[in-house]
């Protein structure tokens, strides 16, 4: 019986994997996405999805699997076959953030890195009545004040919480957490004044501070951003190796052709890089970023264990 | 005014018109078919519009949301089976009228209802929209606790004949509430080691066994091989008595105001405006024994205050960027993928878009009286005349299929047939339904909002009662608990 099945599963391999590396893709794919539909992670993968489809000559129909935090989604994706008709379009947080604080069934080696996509950092943003005009202003403030201020973040373990937590332990500086259900919720009471610290990524805060209605000082990328001049990167703080940036990225299940990650990791660059996604992206405030195959691995592995260290110190971890 | 001029000109053209029209019979299909909601069938379409005319992809969103809002009557009042969450209160008075041979007079009442509270929330929308939305700032998580709780005390009105069950019934789906991961603490409650409870229980899935399974069972229990006959179903217009549209006035505008009111707060929803609608016409009628036993005020309210919920939902999104629910959320990553920046500038970014995004909420609304009465109406209450023996396993593989296509997982289908085996039972044993779907959805809501709001105020719960908001509505939830036994107490002695 065992022996039956190990001839079929191999005679299946042989037939599957050869002829696919010159004909795949010869049937839709589908695509599943860790978050529930309209969110900045659905809506990137929705718009990379159409020029995917029209370079890959399939189409590609997208499952929303939300909840958890993204585990609900890559849990449910880490059993599907090997075959190169499913793909999963995740940010970084359920890779590498929720399993710190979730007990998960997945880990960094139930996936096939395929390549990242594009990236974006975090913003800390005040009300403009904040005594505080720089960066290093706002931090020593902060650390003067401990447990004063209060700071809105993505939920508590989630990858904003531990980029801001990263530069306040480098810096002794103690601030509360208050976890949103995401930075629409988070930028609302911001606004409203009920938390001093909009945290949560660029996008959305970007319109308030054109108004001046917010101050934001601080990005959580070791560069500076162009479209936050007032906000100081890491670099000039002297916490250039804390970044922690929100970043997509494919990946497959574990086990696919070495032939099939080449050619979609091709393609995917393409995409990435076509005039219209770079003026999307843009627009959201990302950049592209492909990073391809094991060295997507290598950064996944290396934000893995930055980042178990921050929770470990915030006793957040499991 | 030029504002909205342009924004006409550009609406009035083929293109959005034909959307209008077709999606608003669209939405009004998918409300209809319990399982099929308008945020999964919005999800599905809006990517598949990123290349054409934006006003067009919006007509589609706005045909759909308020289509369905409507169209999920239409099984509550024939068959006692809410086609959407949104419509579990137009069950209430809408069946027993269904049941008493008013089918048709109750929905009619219900499309007139739906497209007045459209109506009246897109001309919210369309006219004080910025200025509410920025009320909306001034509900921090404290305030956001006190709305959990005074919708939570308007449970009293839905417990029915024995209160004690009532609240049984809401613990229960209170307790349904906290399965999944805590977003406060990151940790998994009630999830026995299974990965697929991470998320909680889905609201749709448990509110599709929980509503559709037993009336579909009770229809099996009748063994109806005939259905209805043409003269049966008495299709024939229904002409509103003369004085009955006045009777309605107060009960629309009420409900109309509760809508908008519920809209702007992100967070909250229709099922939630529709809810408190009810319990306001029920509170405020001479008669409140008669709601739950064919009150067409009932079904008045519930339709008026749902749709009134669709307009003043896109507010938040619209002037401040924060999209309320998943429907906002779509349309901003639809206004996104089409160049436009959400938050305060959209509407001198893009007038003609945002203006004309307005416009197509309030034509829609008008379209349910033209496709609701006409079309809808007429041709969805022929299933009346189907025999049991073919409506039952009809229903049976339409609700399989909409609560598979969620998340696309079988094991939603067994949670589905226990939450529906549930329901049967406690239908028996007379455990009103409705608490434990409201337990659902403000269960979470309260905990996660108090939690909050301590945090903030490092512990003291005082900061509760003390902000003025909150105050007022800790006073308003003590009254909604109140008025009803000070009624009965006035009553009783009189």
Known sequence: MKITKIIVATAMLAGVAMPALADYPERPIELTIPAGAGGGTDTSARKLALLLEEKLGTSIAVLNVGGGGGSVGASQFMQVRPDGYSLFATWNSPLTTVPQVQDVAYGLDSFTPIASTSETAYTLCVHPDFPAATGEEFLAELAANPDKYTYGNDGIGGTMQLAAERIFQARGIKAIAIP?????????????????????SISPVLPYVEAKEAKCLLVTSAAAVPALPQAAGLESLGLGDKET??????????????????????????????????????????????????DLGARLQAEFDALAIVSRNLGLGK | MDFFTNAVLAVM?????????????????????????????????????????????????????????YGGAIPAILLRIPGTPASIATTFDGFPMADRGEASKALKI????????????????????????????????????????????SVGVMVGSDPVKGVMA??????????????????????????WLLGGLDLIVVLVGLYALPPVLQLAEKCDLKGLSASELKLAGVPFAPGEIRRLVPTWLRSSLVGIAVGILPGAGGNIAAFLSYNAAKNASDDPDSFGKGNPQGVAAAECGNNADNAASMIPALTLGIP?????????????????????????????????????????????????????????????????????????????????????????????????????????????????????????MAEQSVRRALLLSRGDPLELLTRPISATLAIATLGMILWPLVKAFRRRRG
């Not at chain 1, 911001?190 to 001093?196: A, I, M, N, S, T």
């Open chain 1, 180 to 200: 949103f259900g995401g930075a629409g919720e988070t930028l609302q009471n911001f606004l409203g004044k009920h938390v001093d610290i909009y945290g949560g």
């Open chain 1, 245 to 294: 940036l929100l970043w997509r990225a494919i990946l497959g299940p574990k086990g696919l052709d070495q032939a099939i990650v080449d050619k979609l990791a091709d393609v995917i660059e393409e995409a990435v890089n076509d005039p219209s996604y770079v003026e999307f992206l843009a627009s959201k405030g990302e950049v592209p970023n492909v990073v391809k195959g094991s």
């Open chain 2, 13 to 69: 053209t083929a293109g959005p018109l034909a959307a209008m029209l077709g999606s608003t019979l669209l939405g009004v299909l998918i409300g209809a078919l319990p399982g099929l909601n308008p945020v999964m069938a919005i999800a599905l379409l809006l990517p598949l519009t990123y290349s054409m005319d934006p006003l067009v992809a919006l007509a589609m969103v706005a045909g759909i949301y308020n289509g369905s809002m």
């Open chain 2, 110 to 153: 219900a499309c007139w209802s739906s497209a007045i509270g459209g109506i009246a929330s897109a001309l919210a929308l369309m006219t004080i929209g910025p200025v509410l939305a920025r009320v909306t700032l001034f509900f921090g998580p404290a305030e956001y606790f006190w709305i959990a709780m005074f919708g939570m005390a």
């Open chain 2, 170 to 195: 809401a613990a229960l789906g209170l307790l349904i509430g906290t399965m999944g991961i805590d977003s406060l603490s990151g940790q998994a409650r009630f999830t026995f080691g299974q990965t």
């Open chain 2, 324 to 444: 309320g629910n998943v429907v906002a959320a779509l349309v901003l990553s639809a206004l996104m993928i089409h160049g436009l920046q959400p938050g305060p500038q959209l509407f001198h970014q893009n007038p003609v878009l945002v203006g004309g995004f307005m416009i197509e909420m309030l034509l829609t609304s008008v379209l349910i009286f033209l496709v609701g009465g006409a079309a809808a109406t007429r041709v969805f209450a022929q299933i009346q005349r189907l025999p049991g023996v073919l409506l039952v396993p009809a229903i049976l593989v339409l609700m399989c299929v909409g609560v598979y296509v969620i998340n696309g997982r079988p094991v939603d289908l067994w949670v589905m047939l226990a939450a529906g085996t549930a329901g049967y039972f406690l239908e028996k044993l007379n455990v009103p339904l409705a608490p434990i779907i409201l337990g659902m959805i403000l269960g979470p």
